[in-house]
């Protein structure tokens, strides 16, 4: 008799230090005491975020497999070996939604590959939070990812992606590495037209959670400081 497949759940995590239960539905906690087989990006940080979630569960009995940069392409290709034995595996992120601006994309689509059934659990997208609260375009919109790190480059794009927001009435979403955001929204201030819209909106779903949408001539006499807050950056030109 063939055993059947395990799944494979995307569990979101919390954006910052906040109790897991104010952000997270009681279904993620369910799964997280019947699941014992994670892959993750940081094996503490994950270790802390299961415990902060379900206390009692015996964090000898866990199994991490680690997801990052330095995980090579012949390891990844058996994460997800033991769904071919029924057993079940939870995908955390360290990025909110796993598989969203998240390594995790990749562990998906060898789950299509190997016909593993694939669920994803309700959890807090900054991404998608964000553009709700921008007052932006939420039907036609595109996430860029990091913009050039280059400042001739850098500045290229933002024309590039304020000219696309116009001609196709696209909200243009990027992000930028925590230490560099000031660096980022000067530039952008400084680049993009006097009333193209600019939103920024960072420390989502936690106390010092700021978002703000102006025009990107107001944003020069603004004195948020932003550095080293997770933060997006959304542009639309009307």
């Known amino acids: ?137 939420g039907q036609n919109f595109c996430f860029n990812g990091y913009l050039p790190i280059d400042k001739s480059e850098k500045k290229s794009k933002i024309k590039a992606l304020e000219r696309l927001s116009y001609e196709q009435n696209q909200a243009q979403i990027c992000i930028e590495t925590p230490y560099r955001n000031m660096t980022l929204l000067n530039d952008l201030a400084q680049i993009l037209q006097p009333h193209t819209r600019l939103c920024v909106a960072c420390d989502l779903t936690l106390p010092t959670e700021f978002i703000k949408t102006l025009a990107a001539k107001d944003w020069k006499h603004q004195n948020e400081d932003l550095h080293k807050r997770p933060a997006i950056f959304i542009i639309q030109k009307d």
Not at 54 to 62: A, E, G, T, V, Y
Not at 84 to 104: F, K
């Open 1 to 137: 008799m063939q055993i059947p497949k395990g799944k494979l759940y995307l569990i979101p995590t919390r954006l910052g230090d906040n109790p897991p239960l104010e952000v997270l539905p009681l279904a993620i906690k369910k799964i997280i005491e019947q699941v014992d087989y994670y892959i993750v990006e940081n094996e503490k940080t994950a270790r802390r975020f299961i415990k902060r979630v379900s206390p009692n569960k015996p964090q000898p009995n866990l199994k991490l497999r680690v997801l990052n940069k330095y995980t090579t392409e012949a390891e990844r290709q058996t994460f997800l070996n033991p769904c071919l034995e029924g057993v079940t595996i939870g995908l955390l992120s360290e990025a909110g939604c796993p598989a969203i601006a998240d390594p995790g994309s990749d562990i998906v689509s060898l789950a299509h590959q190997m016909q593993i059934k694939v669920t994803p659990l309700v959890g807090p997208s900054s991404i998608i939070l964000a553009l709700m609260a921008s007052g932006m375009n």
